[in-house]
């Protein structure tokens, strides 16, 4: 069973699936690349994830500090519970972009999580996701079944929406008795029609079946065919590590083990299409440089996106490193961010979708000043 021409939403905004291959002529001629977004939700801290070597980091975490790490380069080394993403970076298909974070320089998840799906540099100003604008700016409609849209997914062109409130769904008849009441061509009239024409099984999800691993499978089979959707959004939370954070062991290393393990099964299950995949991170926040009073760390600025797949230019770690003593620190705290994620986010869609980056650029973040960074973390 293919997914294909709409997207679909599993569990929740555990796993969304979107665009089929074709979005209109000029994507006709091109190969199809996929995209995926993890979202980690809590503030994922870049710090544990991808150690600096430096002092100053043993001595503000002295009950935290990530041990037996993996030597990226001089500087930067990988948490050990990263073992798939590794392994991906001696296979040149792995890449850290560090001290970067959207533009939120509070501690609000509310605000971060809304400012980190919308792109804006002010929460709840905007109805629309930076990837739902990078869509609407490669032409493509979608079809969501699903509670809500996700933010991140939602743009200007008409994204239809249904959620079946039980587990019966209703019959062919009834769903033409709907659509009858609309004009053909009609948003409505057309989302019905698609949404009868699908699989019954495609419209309810078990709850066994919104484990992350088993997600990851469902989006790696579909993804891998040429006839499938070309992007997929993982939605992770869990890495509001305030008390038992660990180093190599703990809460967030736990969590970053799932985000590995889901990584691994998107690349076993890929095949060969993993050559043509990115496979990205997104996070409201880093941490706090200090450990706090209960082994863990409070909400930060600065963090670390992973970037992983076949489309990755080359392994590196991509950064204008702010160092961490304390005139360097944001607010005397924080690891600051000295690269504006939006840009990361926005050379990734141009990449994936083949459409320039001063277009994307203008279409998804009212063409804030953001450097083109394509050609320095990606293949084109």
């Known amino acids: 069973m293919i997914f294909s021409r709409r997207f679909f939403v599993l569990g929740g905004a555990s796993l969304s699936l979107l665009g089929h291959p074709v979005w209109n002529a000029r994507a006709a001629t091109q190969k199809k690349k996929n995209l995926v977004i993890i979202m980690l939700r809590g503030g994922m801290d870049g710090l544990t994830a991808v150690p600096v ?12 500090l990530v041990k037996n790490t993996m030597k990226l380069d001089g500087h930067f080394s990988l948490h050990p519970r990263l073992q798939t993403f590794a392994s991906l970076w ?53 079809l969501a079944i699903s509670l809500q849209m996700p933010l991140l997914l939602r743009g200007k062109i008409t994204a239809d929406n249904y959620f079946p409130t039980t587990l019966r769904i209703p019959s062919t008849d009834v769903f033409k008795k709907v659509a009858s009441s609309f004009v053909e061509g009609d948003p ?13 099984e495609m419209l309810t999800v078990k709850w066994r079946e919104r484990e992350p691993l088993i997600l990851a499978k469902t989006a790696a089979e579909q993804l891998r065919s040429e006839e499938g959707p070309r992007i997929a959004v993982f939605d992770l939370d869990g890495f509001d590590t305030h008390s038992a954070q660990g180093g190599t062991d703990g809460e967030h290393g736990e969590k970053l083990s799932q985000y590995d393990n889901i990584v691994k099964v998107l690349k076993d299950n890929l095949g060969e299409a993993f050559d043509n995949t990115l496979v990205i991170t997104l996070t409201e926040f880093g941490r706090k440089v200090e450990e ?60 994936c979708f083949d459409v320039d980056f001063h277009y994307m650029r203008k279409q998804a973040f009212w063409n804030a000043k953001l450097p083109d960074l394509t050609e320095k973390l990606f293949k084109l």
């Open 53 to 64: 070597n430096d002092r100053l980091l043993n001595s503000l975490r002295p009950n935290i």
């Open 90 to 142: 001696k296979a040149g298909q792995a890449t850290v972009v560090h001290g970067t974070n959207i533009p939120y320089t509070k501690r609000s998840h509310f605000e971060g999580q809304n400012q980190m799906e919308t792109g804006a540099t002010t929460p709840y100003t905007e109805y629309t996701g930076w990837l739902g604008r990078g869509i609407d700016a490669a032409e493509l409609n979608g």
């Open 188 to 200: 409505v009239y057309e989302a019905m029609m698609a949404i009868n024409s699908r699989p019954r």
């Open 292 to 351: 706090n009073g209960g082994y863990g760390t409070e909400h930060g600025y600065g963090t670390a996106i992973l970037i992983a797949g076949g489309l990755v230019k080359k392994s590196q770690v991509y950064t204008d490193w702010p160092g961490l003593s304390k005139k360097a620190l944001f607010e005397g705290q924080d690891l600051n961010s000295t690269i504006d994620a939006r840009a990361v986010y926005c050379s990734a869609m141009s990449a």
